[in-house]
């Protein structure tokens, strides 16, 4: 529960550095963390009444519940620690073959496989290998690791709009994470995770050399952070304290330009806040995307720089 509680902290403060002010708790959400504490010896775990909505601001001072070492753990717990991370050698012939040699080592690698549950999957990165454009998000999330390929959910579809804006198609470009597991929240046994959370620097930084080898093989000629949690697992953790800080700039990775933008999750969320705020976040990120396009020497139309004005 504390590694759960940790990582609720984690996503809160992320999810606040990109301009959120609350989010909702799903009933759903709120019967399975009471069902885990109603599975608890009593006096194990402090009780805590989940509120709806949540303030993400106090993300910054909500208390740790005290957990007796000796209380059971829910089926599946997130991993606390991790071996140090690997070292990627690819081996010499075509693109195609060295994808095909990461992508068996990805799949098969014995720490990736045991941070996946029981029929899900690890998930690499799926495109073109000449593309241009590499886009790095963070992790998979539930529909992610059903299918093993990254962003084919909501925040994916509109991932793919976007890319169609520009003028391409999806298959004309890299699309990857910077994890290849679904970060894992305790889940009572039986139970379907429910939610995300933001992946420790820990596995950031393990499944980082899998990423690195992805851009070696690729050799895009640019690279389009979507979010923060990317873009702290390219530029490094504690590089910015705001997403607003970095949003639209050039910045270095690996020896290619990395431009950080709006997750597409962010995009989505601000519909809900209502269409003045998704206008506005839906033009900040095209002018990101715009800076892509003249960048990677794509032809812009008239039409395209309008758009969302």
């Known amino acids: 529960m504390r590694a759960a509680l940790t990582a609720l902290t984690d996503e809160l403060k992320r999810l606040k550095s990109t301009g959120v002010t609350s989010v909702s708790v799903s009933p759903e959400s709120i019967a399975a963390l009471r069902k885990v504490i109603a599975s608890r010896a009593p006096g194990s775990v402090a009780q805590v009444e989940p509120k709806q909505p949540a303030s993400v601001a106090a993300a910054d001072t909500a208390p740790v519940s005290t957990v007796s070492r000796t209380a059971p753990v829910p089926k599946a717990a997130a991993a606390t620690t991790l071996p140090p991370p690997p070292v990627v050698s690819l081996p010499p012939g075509d693109k195609t073959s060295r994808w095909e040699a990461l992508r068996n080592l990805v799949l098969t690698h014995p720490v990736c496989v045991a941070n996946v549950r029981p029929g899900k999957k690890v998930v690499l990165g799926v495109g073109s290998l000449d593309a241009k454009i590499m886009f790095v998000g963070e992790a998979p999330g539930a529909e992610e690791e059903v299918k093993g390929e990254p962003f084919v959910g909501p925040a994916g579809q509109l991932l793919t709009k976007m890319i169609l804006a520009m003028g391409l198609k999806r298959e004309d ?134 758009y969302f004005l």
């Open 173 to 306: 470009v890299y699309i990857g994470n910077i994890m290849n597991w679904r970060p894992q929240t305790p889940t009572s046994e039986g139970m379907e995770q429910v939610g995300n959370r933001a992946p420790t620097s820990e596995e950031m930084a393990f499944c980082l050399p899998f990423l690195m080898a992805q851009i070696e093989i690729v050799a895009p000629e640019l690279i389009v952070a979507l979010g923060s949690t990317a873009a702290q697992g390219l530029l490094g953790a504690g590089s910015f304290k705001t997403l607003g800080e970095v949003r639209g700039q050039w910045k270095q990775f690996s020896g290619k330009p990395v431009i950080v933008s709006y997750h597409p999750s962010y995009l989505l969320r601000q519909e809900a806040a209502g269409p003045v705020a998704a206008k506005k976040a839906k033009r900040a990120t095209w002018e990101d995307l715009l800076k892509v396009m003249e960048r990677a020497g794509l032809p812009v139309t008239e039409k395209q720089r309008g």
